[in-house]
């Protein structure tokens, strides 16, 4: 697929599930779509390709929270490295001091690089900028697991083109391996037990149905069911097969088969402020459209062939600041982030919370498996979203007015914490905040004996044998990061899992 898009722009239709959330006060009342990935990869098939895992931190939360030291970030180290395969950007360019080679794995099946072309001069300005504001430093490598700084932002794009959990995992040889059957649109409309032995389930089948509706049929594996259906369709498979909250299945007429009430709970999401500078007039010499639509076409280089920045500006909330001394940290640690800001022509930027306190939820309406979803993205409605915004927002204004931007930016025009009422500013932020897709958490992981939680440390359904989930609905904590790496991370630690357990 061609990373840059396509002239004309990309048609998504029918490459996703048409998601919509439910209207929520802190998108002003808003109703936004929750775009997944309706294709094979997923949603790595069709999002922006950023590769970032996130901090070690992240990862030893996951660990404390899991009760398993298997999934700290020294021991996740093997599979992080794993599944990527580091490439030189396409072209051939010398991008020594972009990237630090130690950190990067070069067998896998993920192909990762860096853009096609060099610095251009918003970059520049960057990069002298961070000699000049220690706030605001050049970190050599935002995989290394601690990214605060400037980085250079490192995609899911290999010789110019999109690689994704298909193009990776299922090329044309293992598409013929006679032991693998691929059913494209077709829907999974309930797992089901084979036998209980002791109130103990042992779910092990499948029903599916196609996906415009119909009869089912039922498949039932010999060992363990995997389910990777995602964030949003995990939970929704399992409220409609009878696992989840006991009182609310009832209501809805649904015989219950596990009551595990945190299914469909906890859903966390980055949440983003838009910001605008306006900067003087420039010229430039931009590449016509028809000759990069040749380049790509030719050889896989030019605008197509890259994703849609340059670099990134990782940050922590001051030590100071009024939002962690009245709420606490919500970060996993120190070397956490709490901010992203893709970096651009400083036109406009997103401000992205990557530690939100908000939690919202999945449920389903009915008992019928096509039926819409309830999807309560509930952002903003901790108050510590805010004031992080808010402190963000005058952090990304103290990185814009240092003097490596005379002469570039000549104003900030807003939201600005600084010049508008509280309630003024909760609108405005509220009016234009989008979500940055990177939903996790509906079907979290947590100790083995635990009460809470959905799945166990090796990633099986609790209460239950026979079914193991793999994708985001079991992160514990959301990872500073776009979530993409750190599910392909989880995925091939869960490989091992299913490989110890029956060789």
């Known amino acids: 697929m061609v990373p840059g898009g396509k002239p004309g722009g990309n048609n998504l239709t029918g490459l996703l599930w048409t998601y919509m959330s439910e209207p929520t006060s802190g998108l002003n009342g808003r109703s936004v779509m929750v775009p997944r990935?309706?294709?094979?990869?997923?949603?790595?098939?069709?999002?922006?390709?950023?590769?970032?895992?996130?901090?070690?931190?992240?990862?030893?939360?996951?660990?404390?929270?899991?009760?398993?030291?298997?999934?700290?970030?020294?021991?996740?180290?093997?599979?992080?490295?794993?599944?990527?395969?580091?490439?030189?950007?396409?072209?051939?360019?010398?991008?020594?001091?972009?990237?630090?080679?130690?950190?990067?794995?070069?067998?896998?099946?993920?192909?990762?690089?860096?853009?096609?072309?060099?610095?251009?001069?918003?970059?520049?300005r960057t990069v002298k900028n961070a000699e000049l504001q220690k706030e605001f430093p050049i970190t050599l490598d935002v995989?290394?697991?601690?990214?605060?700084?400037?980085?250079?932002?490192?995609?899911?794009?290999?010789?110019?083109?999109?690689?994704?959990?298909?193009?990776?995992?299922?090329?044309?040889?293992?598409?013929e391996r006679p032991n693998l059957t691929i059913l494209v649109n077709t829907y999974i409309t309930r797992v089901l037990p084979v036998r209980t032995t002791g109130h103990v389930p042992d779910i092990r089948t499948v029903e599916v149905a196609p996906r415009t509706g119909g009869e089912t049929?039922?498949?039932?594996?010999?060992?363990?069911?995997?389910?990777?259906?995602?964030?949003?369709?995990?939970?929704?498979?399992?409220?409609?097969?009878?696992?989840?909250?006991?009182?609310?299945?009832?209501?809805?007429?649904?015989?219950?088969?596990?009551?595990?009430?945190?299914?469909?709970?906890?859903?966390?999401?980055?949440?983003?402020?838009?910001?605008?500078?306006?900067?003087?007039?420039?010229?430039?010499?931009?590449?016509?459209?028809?000759?990069a639509w040749a380049m790509w076409t030719a050889n896989r280089t030019g605008p197509y062939s890259a994703a849609f920045t340059h670099q990134m500006l990782w940050a922590r909330l001051p030590v100071n600041s009024q939002a962690l001394k009245d709420f606490g940290d919500p970060s996993a640690g120190p070397r956490s982030p709490h901010l992203e800001m893709p970096l651009d022509s400083a036109r406009s930027a997103y401000l992205v919370l990557l530690t939100p306190y908000s939690r919202g939820s999945v449920k389903i309406r009915s008992k019928d498996p096509f039926d819409g979803l309830v999807i309560d993205l509930n952002v903003?409605?901790?108050?510590?979203?805010?004031?992080?915004?808010?402190?963000?927002?005058?952090?990304?204004?103290?990185?814009?007015?240092?003097?490596?931007?005379?002469?570039?930016?000549?104003?900030?025009?807003?939201?600005?914490?600084?010049?508008?009422s509280e309630a003024e500013f909760r609108?405005?932020?509220?009016?234009?905040?989008?979500?940055?897709?990177?939903?996790v958490?509906?079907?979290?992981?947590?100790?083995?004996?635990?009460?809470?939680?959905?799945?166990?440390?090796?990633?099986?359904?609790?209460?239950?044998?026979?079914?193991?989930?793999?994708?985001?609905?079991?992160?514990?904590?959301i990872p500073t990061a776009h979530t993409q790496a750190p599910v392909y991370i989880l995925a091939e630690r869960g490989v091992d899992f299913i490989r110890d357990s029956w060789h």
Not at 266 to 282: D, F, K, Q, Y
């Open 427 to 439: 609108t405005r932020v509220t009016q234009n905040a989008l979500t940055f897709y990177h939903p």
């Open 441 to 477: 958490g509906t079907a979290k992981m947590s100790p083995k004996n635990a009460k809470h939680g959905v799945v166990d440390p090796e990633l099986r359904l609790k209460g239950a044998s026979g079914l193991r989930i793999i994708d985001s609905s079991v992160f514990p904590h």
């Open 217 to 291: 049929r039922t498949l039932t594996a010999s060992r363990e069911l995997i389910l990777t259906a995602g964030v949003i369709g995990t939970p929704q498979i399992f409220l409609n097969s009878g696992i989840g909250n006991k009182t609310e299945l009832s209501a809805l007429a649904i015989p219950c088969v596990l009551d595990i009430p945190d299914v469909g709970m906890g859903l966390t999401e980055h949440t983003a402020a838009n910001l605008a500078w306006t900067i003087t007039p420039r010229p430039t010499n931009p590449i016509a459209q028809d000759v």
């Open 37 to 124: 990935g309706h294709v094979l990869g997923g949603s790595s098939s069709i999002n922006g390709m950023v590769y970032t895992r996130g901090s070690s931190d992240d990862y030893d939360k996951w660990a404390e929270l899991s009760g398993d030291r298997r999934w700290s970030w020294k021991a996740l180290w093997p599979y992080i490295l794993r599944h990527e395969r580091w490439g030189p950007p396409v072209g051939g360019r010398n991008a020594t001091g972009e990237y630090d080679p130690k950190v990067h794995g070069y067998s896998g099946k993920v192909s990762t690089s860096l853009p096609w072309d060099g610095p251009v001069e918003h970059d520049l």
């Open 380 to 420: 903003f409605s901790h108050p510590f979203d805010i004031a992080a915004i808010k402190e963000g927002i005058r952090l990304a204004k103290r990185f814009y007015s240092g003097a490596a931007w005379d002469g570039y930016i000549s104003s900030f025009n807003g939201p600005d914490p600084d010049s508008l």
């Open 143 to 175: 995989n290394a697991g601690r990214p605060m700084g400037v980085s250079w932002m490192q995609s899911t794009i290999g010789n110019g083109e999109r690689s994704s959990a298909s193009t990776a995992y299922l090329t044309p040889e293992v598409r």
